[in-house]
């Protein structure tokens, strides 16, 4: 057998440690011998011992392995609204940019067994299947910030390279259609986003549908005729608002995972779209679907572990229909319990 891929693993904040662990737990029992975890500080407990969210060693790290597994950072010890205190944010914020990953992919698929945990009626989220292309490491959250005590600015700047390769992305994704979500009506950096998609879409993708949405309608649409939408393409706050929506198409947040690629040369980032959730941490009923499925995506995305990926997709769904339930989806399953609950459907 080929050497084990090299994880590293930053568990993070609130709930992180505890999806960590039962990611760790699951690859330990239902994969022996194809990973190795090593995991670093990050996020609060880094600042906490190092007084940043990410150090220059944890970068390196991360640099030098085969994928990083992230599990979530944050949470009320270090919310601050001092500019010069350190968040737990800029860690997550600087490991994306320091490793060149400008494409955040984020799926979105209707459970059928989830049905009846989705707020929306089964008839407006039956049959989504939806990917949402988030822009990852420009825009506003990227340029330049001012603060004065009775005035504070963010800068947006997107560039014609960052909007063209991201486009890329979204149409080499894409079967038969791409939606770009932009506020073009307003912003310039919009104006120039649909400029460039435009010009992508007509010399190289022509055979694939292209349509314009301006973010509000968009917000809209996710709830009200979610299956309409195949690829959304957006920038990065932007994508950062649809996807926690488009969550809800699921049941809950505590489902949706993500990879974040763009480095041929370097390693993916694979993590939940959640947050630390501080309200229930602590209390081992965190749902560590998300987790599981992230890791999913760093099988297939990550390795090339096609057959692996699935396997551990449809467990999840296996265990979904067999009626596994933590809280946020209405049940009272821990995140122990729904661990074994996926393991025992992997064999
Ligand atoms: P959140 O996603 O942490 O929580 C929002 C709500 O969803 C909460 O009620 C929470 O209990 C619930 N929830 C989230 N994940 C869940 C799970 N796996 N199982 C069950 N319920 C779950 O968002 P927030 O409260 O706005 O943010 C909390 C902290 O997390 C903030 O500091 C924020 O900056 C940070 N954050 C980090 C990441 C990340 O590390 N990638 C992502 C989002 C937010
Ligand atoms: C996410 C999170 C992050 C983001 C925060 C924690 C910096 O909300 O991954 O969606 O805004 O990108
Ligand atoms: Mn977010």
Redesign the pocket.
């Given at each position: 057998m080929s050497d084990p891929k090299r994880v590293a693993l930053l568990p993070?904040?609130?709930?992180?440690p505890e999806?960590a662990e039962a990611a760790v737990e699951l690859c330990a029992t239902a994969f022996p011998g194809r990973l190795e975890f090593e995991s670093h500080l990050f996020?609060?407990c880094s600042i906490d011992e190092n007084g940043t969210a990410m150090t220059d060693e944890t970068l390196a790290a991360c640099r030098e392995s085969d994928a990083v597994l992230?599990?979530?950072?944050?949470?009320?010890k270090?919310?601050t609204t001092d500019p010069d205190q350190p968040?737990?944010?800029q860690g997550?914020l600087g490991l994306r940019k320091g490793l060149g990953l400008f494409a955040n992919l984020r799926p979105v698929r209707a459970i059928p067994a989830l049905t009846d945990a989705s707020p929306l009626r089964p008839e407006v989220i039956e049959g989504t299947d939806l990917l949402v292309v988030r822009e990852l490491t420009g825009g506003i959250y990227f340029g330049e910030k001012t603060r004065t005590d009775d005035r504070a600015s963010d800068d947006c700047v997107y560039t014609r390279e960052e909007i063209e390769r991201i486009g890329r992305v979204a149409f080499e994704a894409a079967g038969s259609k791409v939606t770009s979500v932009d506020k073009a009506n307003v912003l310039e950096t919009s104006r120039l986003w649909r400029e460039v998609i435009v010009g992508l879409h007509e010399s190289e993708y022509p055979g694939i549908e292209l349509e314009h949405v301006l973010v509000d309608n968009a917000a809209m649409q996710l709830v009200s005729n979610p299956s309409s939408f195949e690829v959304i393409v957006t920038e990065n706050m932007f994508g950062?608002i649809l996807s926690?929506e488009a969550a809800m198409i699921t049941g809950?947040?505590?489902?949706l995972p993500?990879a974040s690629l763009g480095n041929p040369d370097g390693p993916g980032l694979f993590?939940?779209?959640?947050?630390?959730?501080?309200?229930?941490?602590g209390q081992g009923?965190?749902?560590?679907?998300?987790?599981f499925l992230s890791v999913a995506l760093m099988f297939r995305h990550g390795f090339g572990w096609t057959e692996e990926a699935a396997a551990l997709e449809s467990a999840v769904d296996g265990a979904l229909a067999d009626g596994l339930r933590?809280?946020?989806?209405g049940g009272q399953a821990g995140?122990v319990e729904a661990t074994q609950a996926v393991i025992e459907r992997l064999g």
């Amino acid at each position: 057998m080929s050497d084990p891929k090299r994880v590293a693993l930053l568990p993070g904040d609130g709930i992180g440690p505890e999806v960590a662990e039962a990611a760790v737990e699951l690859c330990a029992t239902a994969f022996p011998g194809r990973l190795e975890f090593e995991s670093h500080l990050f996020g609060g407990c880094s600042i906490d011992e190092n007084g940043t969210a990410m150090t220059d060693e944890t970068l390196a790290a991360c640099r030098e392995s085969d994928a990083v597994l992230l599990a979530a950072v944050g949470g009320p010890k270090w919310d601050t609204t001092d500019p010069d205190q350190p968040r737990p944010e800029q860690g997550l914020l600087g490991l994306r940019k320091g490793l060149g990953l400008f494409a955040n992919l984020r799926p979105v698929r209707a459970i059928p067994a989830l049905t009846d945990a989705s707020p929306l009626r089964p008839e407006v989220i039956e049959g989504t299947d939806l990917l949402v292309v988030r822009e990852l490491t420009g825009g506003i959250y990227f340029g330049e910030k001012t603060r004065t005590d009775d005035r504070a600015s963010d800068d947006c700047v997107y560039t014609r390279e960052e909007i063209e390769r991201i486009g890329r992305v979204a149409f080499e994704a894409a079967g038969s259609k791409v939606t770009s979500v932009d506020k073009a009506n307003v912003l310039e950096t919009s104006r120039l986003w649909r400029e460039v998609i435009v010009g992508l879409h007509e010399s190289e993708y022509p055979g694939i549908e292209l349509e314009h949405v301006l973010v509000d309608n968009a917000a809209m649409q996710l709830v009200s005729n979610p299956s309409s939408f195949e690829v959304i393409v957006t920038e990065n706050m932007f994508g950062d608002i649809l996807s926690d929506e488009a969550a809800m198409i699921t049941g809950s947040i505590g489902m949706l995972p993500s990879a974040s690629l763009g480095n041929p040369d370097g390693p993916g980032l694979f993590e939940p779209v959640h947050g630390s959730a501080p309200d229930i941490a602590g209390q081992g009923i965190a749902n560590p679907l998300a987790m599981f499925l992230s890791v999913a995506l760093m099988f297939r995305h990550g390795f090339g572990w096609t057959e692996e990926a699935a396997a551990l997709e449809s467990a999840v769904d296996g265990a979904l229909a067999d009626g596994l339930r933590t809280p946020d989806l209405g049940g009272q399953a821990g995140t122990v319990e729904a661990t074994q609950a996926v393991i025992e459907r992997l064999g």
